[in-house]
Every structure is written in C-alpha cells, then in structure tokens.
C-alpha cells in the first residue's frame, strides 16, 4: 500500500511538472544496478523521480555454517523519489521508496557432507538443500545529492545520490529434501535445518540497511 500511495503521488508530481514543461529523461548506474527513469521540477526548491534499475549479482562459493551457497541476488526496481534543494541551488535531500532485493540460493557440502545446527549428514542423506532469502516488497529510501536532477541551464546535467535504502531484515528459508535411504532420518534431518535456518535469520537480523551510490546523467526536454 505505501508503495502504491507513494507512485501515486510521483505520478502526479511529473503530471504537474509535465504542464509547466520542466521535465526529463535520465539514466543512472550504482549500487543497485543500471537503469533510468523520468525526472520533473515543481520549481526551484521541489522535484521528482520515478526509475527502475536493475542489476543480478551471482553469488559463488559464499560459505556460512558448513555450506556453501551458490545463487543470484536481484538488485533494484522500481524508484519512487521525492527531491528537496532546500538552498535552491544544486544540494538536495532526497526520500522515497525503493523495491527491494531478492535472494534465491543452492546451498552445496563443503567436504561430501552437510552439517545442520552441529549434526553432519551425508550427500546419501541430503537430496537438496536450497536457501532464500526474502525482503519486505518496498524499502524506505532517505539521501543526499549533489546536481539537480533537471538541468536549469542546460539540457544536460550530472547527477550523485548518497544514501541508504532500510530494507529491513531478510526471511531467511532454507529448504532440504531427503533421499529414499534417508527415510527414516527426515523427521530429525528437517529439525536440524530448522534449528540452522534460525541461525541462518540471526545472522540476517543484523543487516537491515543496503547503502545506496549512484551517478547519473539527464535530459531536459
């Protein structure tokens, strides 16, 4: 719902900005990947930004309790962005909404041999093991940046964001299915991946911030 309400709002902001014909294209490229999107000006000390970037970071060999994961993290989305130039000139302060990043993985032994919550199985016990890690759909977004995002004596400007998108801590699943031979095991293997993925989610609690760079160029029309 946030998200919708916060779209809505930009889009009537670059319908405003549209009517008095200060609007434009831009792209951009950073920590959450490549993209671009449309920029509009109320006036000198009020602007707006809806974009979409994106960028798939493969994850290779990360080890964390005995496994190692392999897998893709899918960075940025969707951008609903609301800039302020609080001295009219190029500072702003810049807040909004960003989609958040999704993580899906294949975790793998380490030595032949899986080991949940401290008890080591083998690869005829284990079938599969896949992890994920899941995020709230819409991350707060707070920032500076440096270059207005619509040139005021130009067509083209450059443009630098600095800041954090709080993402939330992430739902960490970690999944296993046992083998045919392991039958009369899977009752205990699946407490035990139990017990590991909330280790797993302890470990994730602690990060809840993705910090945000990113440089861009615009198009005035």
């Known amino acids: 719902m946030r998200k919708l309400i916060g779209l809505a709002v930009l889009g009537l902001s670059l319908g405003a900005s549209a009517n008095a014909a200060d609007f434009g294209v831009y792209g951009t490229a950073g ?34 309790s005995d496994l190692s994961f392999d897998g893709t993290a899918e960075l940025g989305g969707l951008q609903a962005l609301l800039d302020w130039y609080p001295f009219g000139g190029s500072f702003r302060v810049s807040a909004g909404f960003m989609e958040n990043a999704k993580l899906t993985a294949t975790a793998k032994p380490l030595a032949d ?21 899941e995020f709230g759909s819409v991350a707060p977004y707070l920032g500076l940046g440096f270059g207005r995002a619509l040139s005021r004596d130009g067509r083209f400007a450059f443009t630098a964001d600095l ?59």
């Open 31 to 64: 920590t959450i990947g490549f993209g671009g999107g449309i920029a509009g000006s109320f006036n000198s000390h009020l602007g707006a930004r809806l974009g979409y970037t994106a960028f798939d970071y493969k994850v290779k060999d990360v080890e964390s």
């Open 113 to 133: 041999t899986y080991t949940f919550d401290g008890v080591t199985y083998t690869t005829a016990d284990i079938g599969e093991a896949r992890g994920k890690a």
């Open 163 to 221: 800041g954090v998108a709080f993402t939330g801590a992430a739902d960490v699943q970690l999944n296993v299915t046992c083998t045919a031979a392991a039958a009369a095991l899977c009752t205990q293997i699946q407490g035990d991946v139990a017990a590991e993925q909330a280790e797993l989610q302890a470990d994730a609690d602690d990060f809840k911030y993705w910090p945000v760079l990113s440089l861009g160029l615009s198009y005035r029309f």
